[in-house]
């Protein structure tokens, strides 16, 4: 199983969600984040001054997957979530060792 973690824009997470419901992906934790990457911020003009923001907002979206759907998933929110712009978000692979369904007890695949 893998533990998908994708940073994205946050005008871009419905989009994503439609593009991953189509895959099939049953379930998915979002939260809104604040964070910055390589380019430190950005600077905008606000009752005419002008002003850096160094925390800008994005999305996490979580996904707990099977190693079957996870190149699908990874591949979907790439091309969905891209504006072909600095500071597009990015998307982390992890190994999940187990997962468990509190209500059930199932555990492994059959638990997502």
């Not at 189509?22 to 910055?36: C, N, P, Q, R, W």
């Not at 002003?51 to 907002?57: A, G, K």
């Not at 190149?71 to 597009?88: F, H, K, L, R, V």
Request: aromatic share 6%; proline share 3%.
């Amino acid at each position: 199983m893998k533990f998908i973690i994708a940073i994205i824009k946050p005008f871009k997470l419905d989009e994503v969600r439609e593009a991953l419901g189509s895959l099939g992906v049953a379930g998915m934790t979002v939260t809104e984040v604040k964070g910055f990457g390589r380019q430190k911020g950005q600077t905008e003009i606000y009752r005419g001054a002008e002003y850096s923001t160094n925390m800008l907002p994005k999305v996490k979206i979580e996904i707990a997957a099977s190693d079957a759907l996870a190149p699908q998933i990874i591949e979907s929110i790439q091309q969905t979530a891209s504006t072909e712009a600095i500071g597009d978000g990015k998307i982390f692979v992890l190994d999940l060792a187990s997962a468990v369904r509190i209500r059930t007890g199932e555990s492994g695949d059959t638990a997502l």
